[in-house]
């Protein structure tokens, strides 16, 4: 019975010691791998949708319509002195129209990764600080001007039957 008492005693101290060691080394390699910066600590900013007018030959092409969230660093996002959706859509703008040969009728010489880069890269750059992670696009289109007078045409053809149709249903009553 005694060597039973002392075997379980010693089971019990080697346990502890077990145990006891495996914190002290987790402890001073710290625990897991720090955070990824796509799983948390930043903060997702989303901006209201950026329309640029895009001229050509003296004339409006189209507009680039697009709108995009960034992650941030929010100790960093407090410390600016104007508002962070102003600076995104200057840059946006300052992009589009310092890169003249991006022609968005054609898919194929879109490149969204220089674009997410560049805004990214400006931003921080003209901040001084990392301050944008990454930018992501929500939204992104081009809409020529034909399209949008043709859009326009088709709003005023429905406005103009809706009013008719009112006219004559109140007639009717």
């Known amino acids: 019975m005694i060597k039973f008492i002392a075997a379980a005693l010693w089971i019990c101290a ?3 010691g077990a145990v006891f060691y495996s914190f002290q080394a987790a402890g001073e390699r710290g625990v897991g791998e720090p955070p990824k910066p796509m799983l948390g600590g930043l903060d997702y900013v989303k901006t209201d949708i950026i329309s640029v007018p895009l001229i ?5 092409d189209g507009y680039f319509l697009t ?9 960093q996002i407090k410390k ?3 508002p962070a959706p102003a600076l995104i859509t200057d840059q946006v703008y300052s ?21 997410r880069k560049a ?3 400006t931003v921080n750059a003209r901040v001084g600080v990392e301050l944008v992670h990454d930018v ?21 053809k429905n406005a103009g039957e809706t009013a008719q149709e009112m006219t004559k249903a109140f007639k009717q009553h």
């Open 80 to 82: 600016l002195s104007i």
């Open 56 to 60: 050509r030959n003296a004339k409006i």
């Open 14 to 16: 080697a346990t502890l």
């Open 119 to 121: 805004i990214r890269d």
């Open 67 to 75: 709108k995009l969230v960034y992650t941030v660093e929010p100790d």
């Open 95 to 115: 992009y589009l129209y310092s890169n003249p040969q991006i022609d968005f009728t054609k898919k194929e010489t879109i490149d969204l990764d220089a674009f």
């Open 136 to 156: 992501l696009v929500d939204q992104v289109n081009f809409l020529s001007k034909d399209e949008i007078r043709d859009n326009a045409i088709r709003r005023r």
